[in-house]
């Protein structure tokens, strides 16, 4: 995997970001429609991926969710729409973050340096318990792999990172803040994060997400992952 791909399809914002990131020592490349950001990702895989949302042809949403079909690197959406309906289905679609343009270059890079932490950090200590067990729900911190039923799940590297957090800590609350900065390693950031990824893992993990049994909000406060 190499640097950093924009899929981006004005072409001034494209090469504005490309150039700033290579300044901060970032290799960058650039891509002016979904198609062609596929094409690059499946032949020349990133390690990280930029993605406007408002794209000809494919747009933003429908590239993240193919992107997510073979690759799970993670993926910043850089756009304009700052509605909170976007936002949430970005998320929603697969992407792990979200900036609203116009975007300050320290500002990505400081994203940028904590998905890079969180890629080399390991994702849990606990070497005496290699099997966090809830119920029906099995998570492997050091197999990377995560079961329901005895049979494994497809999930991304944030999710697995957020299930092993609260797994580390059953039935003991963790805020949305301290998820922020335990998870994505960010001191200051936008909560709809946890809240987006809690909602997608639930889809996966729980029978009935409407009543959930294990990844269980505590309202005012947080969330737990209980037995």
Do not use: N
Not at 41 to 53: K, S, Y
Not at 169 to 193: C, M
């Amino acid at each position: 995997m190499t640097g950093v791909l924009v899929i981006e399809d004005d072409d001034r914002i494209r090469l504005s970001l490309v150039l700033a990131l290579e300044d901060e020592g970032y290799p960058a490349r650039g891509a002016a429609t979904a198609e062609e950001g596929l094409r690059m990702q499946r032949g020349t895989p990133a390690d990280t991926v930029l993605v406007d949302l408002m794209l000809p042809g494919v747009d933003g949403f429908e590239c993240i969710r193919e992107i997510r079909r073979f690759d799970d690197v993670p993926i910043v959406v850089v756009s304009a729409r700052d509605d909170t309906h976007d936002i949430v289905a970005a998320l929603e679609a697969g992407a792990d973050d979200y900036l609203v343009k116009p975007v300050a270059i320290k500002e990505l890079t400081a994203r940028l340096r904590a998905l890079k932490r969180r890629a080399r950090t390991p994702v849990a200590d606990v070497p005496e318990v290699p099997t966090l067990t809830f119920g029906e729900l099995e998570i492997l911190p050091d197999g990377g792999e995560v079961r329901l039923g005895g049979a494994p799940i497809a999930v991304t590297r944030t999710e697995f990172r957020l299930l092993c957090e609260l797994g580390q800590h059953p039935g003991r609350v963790l805020s949305r803040q301290q998820l922020l900065e335990r998870v994505w390693g960010y001191t200051v950031g936008d909560e709809r994060l946890v809240d987006v990824h809690v909602g997608r893992l639930r889809q996966k993990i729980e029978r009935d997400t409407t009543a959930p049994r294990h990844l269980v909000t505590v309202r005012g406060l947080g969330y737990k992952l209980q037995r």
